[in-house]
């Protein structure tokens, strides 16, 4: 994350477990900010036709619901369920001196749920193709955002 701003473009998978990886939001929310940047920004989709492409054979979730609304409400819901979770340890603990990890990790929380939703939208709006979509069309929509082909 340190060096994001000095590539030309980048290429993200965003996946169910990447939606739900507090490092993975905290980072790329802060990247989506910078109207600049985000227009280099490419997202990958990852979509359940994407399976047999994983080494695992794990029955965890991989497709990221980003496109329905009941899809993104899942995302926020379960944000919402880790800051409730937080919420109930530093009740736990009591003093606020206690916790102040506690308490700095809570702030990460509510950035993400407070900026989740015009991420998914950005997703969303901008239309990210699975892993699938992209060998189909043989890549041709991703060469054409960096202008390598039309």
């Known amino acids: 994350m340190n060096s994001i701003e000095k590539h030309d473009y980048v290429i ?68 919402n369920s880790e800051k409730h979770k937080l919420e109930k340890e530093i009740e736990e603990i009591g003093n606020p001196v206690y916790a102040i990890s506690q308490i700095k990790e809570m702030k990460i929380l509510e950035k993400i749920l407070l900026d989740l939703s015009d991420f998914l939208e950005f997703i969303r709006d901008n239309k990210g193709l699975s892993i699938s979509e992209h060998t189909e069309e043989n890549y041709a929509s991703m060469l054409s955002f960096m202008g390598i082909r039309k």
């Open 12 to 79: 993200t998978l965003i996946s169910d477990r990447y939606l739900k990886s507090r490092n993975c939001m905290y980072e790329m929310l802060e990247v989506v900010k910078d109207s600049n940047f985000s227009k280099r920004l490419i997202f990958i989709v990852i979509s359940e036709k994407d399976r047999s492409l994983y080494k695992s054979e794990q029955e965890l979730p991989i497709e990221a619901r980003v496109y329905t609304a009941s899809g993104q409400a899942e995302y926020s819901k379960y944000w």
